[in-house]
């Protein structure tokens, strides 16, 4: 029972972010992003996953742009621009975060 309620709460919670996402709630589209890239009370789904991380990323979340190339590298079903994630990673390094230098050093 206690799987099948948390299954349901983290449903509800996606549903909720999506909202938010779709409200243009900015620190939404990172959270919804990673929780279509994830599963997480939703239907995996890298395509989607991929438009709110780069409407994050577009909009300067470093973050978001660390996730969506790691996204990229790392998905065959995701649109991209040759040398996509090269870029997004280029920028957050920019911002001197560590996890995007070593994302892009791997």
């Not at 660390?66 to 920028?91: F, I, M, N, Y």
Request: overall charge neutral.
């Amino acid at each position: 029972r206690a799987e099948g309620a948390n299954r349901a709460d983290r449903a509800v919670g996606a549903g909720c972010v999506r909202k938010c996402a779709e409200a243009g709630v900015r620190p939404a589209w990172l959270l919804y992003g990673m929780i279509l890239r994830r599963g997480e009370g939703v239907t995996r789904d890298a395509s989607d996953a991929a438009v709110w991380l780069r409407k994050g990323a577009e909009h300067e979340d470093v973050q978001a742009m660390v996730e969506l190339a790691d996204l990229l590298l790392e998905s065959l079903e995701v649109k991209q621009a040759a040398g996509e994630p090269d870029e997004w990673l280029r920028r957050a390094g920019q911002a001197r975060i560590p996890k995007a230098q070593k994302v892009r050093n791997e």
